[in-house]
């Protein structure tokens, strides 16, 4: 029989709540962030210490808070493209396309074929880049600091190419209701390909140096682990859920796009700790290399890619309201829009896995954590904090 | 999604049905029997997945109505929920024993339209805006370019394009204004 867990370091309860005298000498809060390189974005962590051991921790945002859904209200429907596009910086494109397709839904525009494999081309591309930009991050967090630097200077080759199509590097302001604003420019395809190449040849080394390597192993497996029982109590979703045997993802189960036109498996792993949470990602890095490269196989190359719109300065969405979702590199993101049938927004909500991720989750896990892996962890649930403040 | 509400109908006092999509569906409750139908939507019918949790503000009509996103994963269906509170009594049963989640989602409500969630952890502490002594700000009545008028001050030099004049030229120079 298992005895009762030792809480004598632990702060006493009190209707629930940790009571920490620090005039004790027996804890110490620390301030993990928001200028620290093992925080993800503009968020900070209250952490309470007993000596290494976390006993207590409380997320903070508002950093960067500039009151996303508050501004959507007062813009026309065409003028939030710029403000949608700031919601998730690594990866924009996902605000783009919700935000579009919910306006095409209430609008009743269909876009045509061509504009729809371009965005799921855009869409797959985005997750790549999103990824880079979260292994370099998941690896510097045990001190593998090389590797972020390999892996920024690879999404930097995405963002060359997204410059290309877009015109943006970042902010791309791409996908419109209707279509998207381009084909893709003369060229782009091999170029594409070529950066494919580096990206697989890059993953190959990070698998021998990262994934094989005893210490990262020994500091990641164990770590972190999320309860099945949690998935649903706190709202997880992506490949923090996936991590743990759960197989769904928004682009199997509700496909968009032409998403039920190519070959995929949703990725699975059974460990759920931070281990398992890395090679889940970086098996589905491989599976975007593997959708590019379908998707430019299979798209067509001629053809409409947008649909004339009306004039977009005077233009009114049809009273109503829509909850559309897609499946980001963290989970399931979705846009709720309410149009009252007047040329401005009524309200829209930004649904982030974040929010959960950072918050709740974030807050039970950190506990009984070293704090030395406390960056680990919080880069394990990949959370970007835009979009819990919107 | 028809066949759950006529279900419910008996049990609740739910009303105004209204299938946007397939998979999409609306439905109105009052908020004395929100949190039961809820409950049972979670417990009984497999809306398991709290999507998200927020409110929208019908100033003209004098009413918050909150919109509780619930997901049933094993039949794909997603149900909005929607409660109409009072503005001037802008009070509701806290759903934070249900889902983890939800006391941030309160947390947040309190803080940006004033809608209190008595007993919800934390409901009372800051989210996202720090010595805030202004009305909650995602309220309609608040205006946010007057408070920033109000707040800050034009920078001396800077030049600015009316974004609406700018897009009237770029995009439809041969149409006036109408």
Known sequence: MMSAPDRSRYPELVDGKPVVDLDSEKYVKLWHGPQHPGITGNMSLELTLCGDEVVECKTHVGYLHRGFEKLMERRTWIQNFP????????????????????????????????????????????????????????????????????????????????????????????????????????????????VLKRVEKLLKEIKLILLHNSVFKARTVGLGIIDREMIDRYGITGPNQRACGIKRDVRKDYPYLVY????????????????????????????????????????????????????????????????????????????????????????????????????????????????????GLMVSLHTYPPEIER | MKQLFERLRPLFAVTDFEQRRTDLAFLHIPKDYAEMLIRHLRDHEGFSHLVFFTAVDYIEDGIFRLIYMLHNYATKDTLGVY????????????????????????????EMFGIDFPGSPGVDEDFLLEGWDEIPPMRREFDTRAYAEKTFFPRAGREKTDPRAHMQAQLYPDEGEK
């Not at chain 1, 959708?291 to 196989?297: A, G, K, N, P, S």
């Open chain 1, 83 to 194: 403000v949608v596009c700031r919601i998730a910086v690594p990866e924009p494109a996902f605000n783009e396309y919700l935000y579009a397709a919910g306006l095409e839904e209430l609008a009743g525009i269909e876009p045509p074929e061509r504009a729809q494999w371009i965005r799921t081309l855009n869409l797959e591309m985005m997750r790549l880049a999103s990824f880079l930009a979260w292994l370099g991050g998941q690896a510097g967090a045990f001190g593998n600091g090389t590797i972020g630097q390999w892996t920024v200077t690879h999404r930097d080759y995405l963002l060359d190419l997204f410059e290309e199509m877009t015109g943006g590097r970042i902010y791309h302001m791409y996908m419109l209701p209707g279509g998207v604003r381009s084909g893709l420019p003369d060229g782009f395809e091999e170029r594409l390909e070529a």
């Open chain 1, 260 to 375: 039920d036109r190519l070959d995929f498996e949703v990725i699975t792993g059974t460990a759920s700790d931070v281990y398992e949470r890395t090679l889940v990602r970086y098996r589905e890095m491989h599976q975007c290399i593997d959708l590019i490269r379908q998707i430019l196989e299979r798209m067509p190359r001629d053809g409409p890619f947008h649909e004339p719109l009306p004039n977009v300065l005077h233009w009114k969405i049809p009273p109503g309201e829509t909850y559309v979702r897609a499946e980001c590199t963290r989970g399931e993101k979705g846009y709720y829009i309410v149009s009252d049938g007047s040329l401005y927004p009524r309200r829209i909500c930004i649904r982030g896995p974040s929010y959960t991720h950072a918050f709740p989750v974030m807050e039970k896990m950190a506990i009984g954590t070293d704090i030395a892996d406390i960056a």
């Open chain 2, 83 to 110: 409660v109409d509170l009072s503005r001037a009594e802008p009070v509701m049963t806290s759903i934070h024993p249900l889902w983890e989640q939800a006391a941030l989602y309160q947390r947040e409500l309190k």
